[in-house]
């Protein structure tokens, strides 16, 4: 665990699935580039990133998501969970909630 974010890799149904819990803000969310960057570096076709444990996400968050999605190498691997109530409001409120690439909970 670094600061107040943890991530977990696991495969699952033939997705890597990474756990995300805790806080992603702007001392965390570079820890989370680098987690989803390593597994696009990967073979997995589907990656998901779980949100349904984060506590508080800001824009810098945000951002690192919306970077790997849009991604012209990488987004359509990439799914996302739509996360907490808080991170429901930050899609919402950015907009995104309608834009992102969503899957249901595991």
């Known amino acids: 665990m670094q600061g107040s974010l943890h ?3 696991a495969q699952r149904n033939g997705a890597t699935v990474l756990s995300v819990l805790g806080e992603v803000d702007l001392a965390t969310a570079p820890i989370l580039d680098e987690q989803i ?18 506590s508080f ?7 690192v998501l919306l970077a790997h999605v849009l991604s012209d190498q990488n987004g ?31």
């Open 37 to 54: 960057s390593a597994v696009e570096s990967g073979d997995a076709s589907t990656i998901i990133v779980d949100l349904d444990r984060v």
């Open 7 to 9: 991530i977990d890799i």
């Open 76 to 106: 359509s691997r990439i799914r996302i969970t739509r996360g907490s109530p808080q991170v429901v409001r930050l899609f919402t409120v950015s907009g995104m909630l309608e834009q992102l690439p969503f899957v249901a909970s595991e």
């Open 57 to 63: 996400m800001d824009s810098s968050g945000l951002q």
